[in-house]
């Protein structure tokens, strides 16, 4: 490790993103009880917290890309970027970083799942509140029906009776 990159700095830089990592999935969490609730009052506190755990999480990936392209003399594709973190991880000489570093990705991981059942959550509200809309406008989606030979139509479209 170089003087401008020392352990200690490390060692903060990822507690501090577990620390973030798990405070958005406590996040997340209460974003998906809030969706199924409906609470938008507390969806829009949610999406404030959220905003700044992601800023801390962008800024310190910021400083990791700066410190793995300082390393290796402005390198800057994206898997050469991860295989010299991973190395500086694997080299530094505090005992539980590589554990750290694990258990940061692993509540990455977390999250992005955690991201896409809310998302599918919110786009089933949706679709249920687009539903809803059309039935008080007096559109109603004209059911799916199949021909003959099997292929589907929207079933707005008229038909002969010589083919029907």
């Known amino acids: ?27 997340l969490e209460a974003e998906r009880n809030a969706l199924a609730a409906r609470d938008t009052d507390s ?14 999480l962008e800024n310190s990936a910021k400083v990791r890309t700066h410190w793995v392209t300082q390393l290796s003399q402005g390198s800057d594709s994206n898997a050469d970027i991860e295989k010299r973190w991973e190395a500086m991880i694997a080299n ?4 539980d970083i590589t554990e750290q570093w694990q258990k940061l990705k692993s509540l990455q991981t977390a999250c ?7 998302g599918k959550i919110l786009a089933r509200s949706q ?14 989606a004209p059911p799916n029906l199949y021909t003959a030979k099997g292929n589907a139509f ?6 002969k009776v010589g083919e029907a």
């Open 43 to 56: 969806l829009d506190k949610i999406i404030e917290q959220k905003i700044t755990q992601l800023g801390i």
């Open 1 to 27: 490790m170089t003087a401008a990159i020392n352990s200690h700095d490390l060692r903060k830089q990822i507690l501090q993103d577990v620390n973030a990592c798990e405070a958005l999935l406590a996040l």
């Open 127 to 140: 679709r249920t509140n687009a539903r809803v809309l059309d039935l008080m406008r007096g559109q109603t």
């Open 112 to 118: 992005q799942t955690a991201n896409d059942v809310n």
């Open 154 to 159: 929207a079933g707005h479209s008229s038909n």
């Open 92 to 95: 530094s000489d505090i005992a």
